[in-house]
């Protein structure tokens, strides 16, 4: 079965440091999303990107963040100077040309020190 | 703003007893509705959804949901809960549109005595 794939599952990294949270959407998807969850906290959406735009966001995808579809099988979340505030699990999804049903990947633990 | 309630943060139910995890949500016009579950330290897996049609849904895991317009809710309910079923439950409420975000609620944690 098709399944979306996120790498790496757990990342460390240094607060004010640039991370890159990477997807692989299941491949004939064409609506790629990025959702989090602090620890304790609901699932959040950030941002959904489709035809190479962003399509919608949160008050939470502020200027730090950015996506991006790189080539035709990944899709990318970039944190350019993260906060303690972002430590979180990141879980990428996407859904097919009906749209309306999103899959989601395993997450990306990440852990600001 | 669409929005979603899990009245029941935790509950604690007997293998083999019948289960209900409430949802209630907020939404002007007709929603998509979904429920996931996430076990511990894994992803989002797609339980069931509600689009249209019939009001009761079937899905995976012996699960079911009823879609009550007049309430507002969307639980989901299992006749014999295995030991297995343990983890989170989250409710999700999405536009009809496609590309839409999913708005969550704050989840339900179930446990399963022996």
């Known amino acids: 079965e098709p399944e979306v794939t996120q790498t790496p599952s757990h990342q460390v990294t240094q607060m004010g440091q640039e991370v890159i949270l990477r997807c692989v959407p299941i491949?004939?998807?064409?609506?790629f999303y990025w959702y989090r969850q602090i620890l304790g906290q609901k699932v959040e959406f950030l941002v959904s990107?489709?035809?190479?735009?962003?399509?919608?966001k949160s008050e939470i995808f502020d200027d730090q963040f950015s996506v991006e579809r790189p080539d035709g099988s990944n899709f990318t979340l970039k944190i350019r100077s993260t906060k303690l505030e972002d430590s979180a699990m990141y879980f990428c999804a996407s859904s097919g040309p009906g749209g309306a049903q999103a899959f989601f990947g395993q997450g990306t633990r990440l852990t600001v020190v | 703003a669409q929005s979603v309630t899990q009245p029941d943060i935790h509950i604690t139910v007997s293998e083999g007893a019948s289960l209900e995890l409430r949802c209630n949500y907020s939404y002007g016009a007709t929603p998509y509705l979904f429920w996931y579950v996430q076990s511990p330290g894994q992803g989002l897996q797609l339980l069931l959804k509600y689009f249209s049609g019939d009001t009761l849904v079937q899905g995976i895991k012996g699960f079911e949901a009823e879609f009550k317009r007049s309430q507002s809710s969307f639980n989901l309910r299992k006749p014999s809960v295995h030991w297995s079923d343990a983890a989170e439950y989250l409710c999700?409420?999405?536009?009809?549109?496609?590309?839409?975000?999913?708005?969550f609620g704050g989840g339900t944690r179930l446990m399963v005595k022996p």
């Open positions: 999700g409420v999405g536009a009809t549109n496609a590309g839409n975000m999913l708005t």
């Open positions: 491949s004939n998807h064409l609506y």
């Open positions: 990107f489709y035809n190479n735009e962003i399509s919608e």
